[in-house]
């Protein structure tokens, strides 16, 4: 009778043991089935990679869904390169203040060979892959004032930044390749000379760019195909540099484009607004252009003659839509 009541209690918490291990692998299987995110990035390991790159890295080349990585708060110091094969990636930062992407490259660093690495070869995170996206990112060179050195290199078409932070000095961001076209909403951009440049269609919209020191806000190398270049919408121009220190921009190439529509004009933008980078010629390939701009640093009068204001029939057509040649960010 003893061995009989022994068997019935082992098989009775064999039952339950099995029983709560099908739970638990359930469990576990749901939330890994409801959880929005592929990976996680964490530095202290809780994650399923330690870095960025081993992140990327892992999204299957080619994929026709996003994938989207989740990067848990702390400083990454990694040069990271998301390939043209790696298409649809979203990165999500835990927070903008405390999920930094940072490298220290800069220009006249030399690589192993002893050779200059180049503006190019400067950057902290390059993005060539189509239809990236980022939120809550800070994507930072710590490099400091020496010259150009880029926080973010991003060629890929349809790429989208949402509350994400780009940090650094000169050329800070990099918008490379005339075909791509970027986004960038509520974003914090800072610099001094040419802190937003290339040759890509970029609209900042609701974003705060600062000026640091004293320079040149954009320096846009728009190719003459394209009808639009930099647009910014209701920004802010803000940051500590002294009064009458920034233009808007000046034209890194002949046909450059910037637009400034509804914006907030700090006190460190010069009257005149526009350079021609030395070179007379530009002034008549250039289109650099405003709209109801508002601020201490807004004065159409004083502008450069050879830039222009535009009016209520004109500023119709720059609808995302338009500038983007049929992609709509918002959709």
Request: hydrophobic share 35%.
């Amino acid at each position: 009778m003893k061995v009989f009541k022994g068997l019935f209690y082992c098989s009775i918490v064999i039952l339950l043991n099995c029983s709560f291990a099908q739970a638990s692998s359930i469990k576990s299987h749901i939330s890994h089935q409801i959880s929005p995110y592929d990976f996680v990035v964490a530095a202290d390991g809780s994650g399923n990679f330690k870095t960025v790159q081993e992140a990327i890295n892992s999204v299957p080349d080619f994929r026709k869904v996003p994938t989207t990585i989740f990067i848990k708060n702390g400083t990454y110091k990694e040069k990271i390169n998301l390939s043209a094969s790696k298409k649809l990636v979203k990165l999500i930062g835990e927070s903008v203040e405390k999920t930094i992407l940072t490298f220290d490259d800069w220009a006249q660093k030399k690589n192993t060979f002893g050779e200059e690495k180049g503006t190019s070869g400067s950057a902290s995170f390059y993005i060539y892959g189509d239809g990236f996206v980022a939120e809550n990112i800070t994507f930072q060179n710590s490099a400091g004032p020496v010259g150009q050195a880029v926080a973010l290199f991003v060629a890929g078409d349809k790429a989208k930044f949402t509350n994400c932070r780009m940090l650094g000095f000169q050329d800070t961001l990099y918008t490379y390749g005339h075909g791509s076209r970027q986004y960038y909403y509520k974003c914090y951009i800072e610099g001094t000379v040419d802190f937003i440049f290339g040759s890509s269609t970029a609209v900042f919209e609701d974003c705060e760019i600062f000026c640091k020191k004293a320079g040149y806000i954009t320096a846009s190398s728009s190719p003459d195909t394209a009808k639009y270049g930099y647009v910014f919408i209701n920004s802010k121009i803000i940051g500590d540099a002294p009064e009458n220190s920034f233009y808007l921009g000046r034209p890194w190439r002949p046909y450059a484009k910037s637009v400034f529509i509804n914006c907030d004009l700090g006190k460190m933008i010069k009257a005149e607004g526009w350079n021609n980078w030395g070179k007379e010629s530009n002034e008549k390939t250039a289109f650099y252009a405003e709209y109801n701009s508002k601020g201490s640093g807004a004065n159409a009068k004083a502008r450069v003659n050879w830039s222009h204001q535009l009016n209520e029939t004109s500023v119709k057509a720059y609808t995302l839509t338009n500038i983007f040649n049929g992609w709509n960010p918002k959709e």
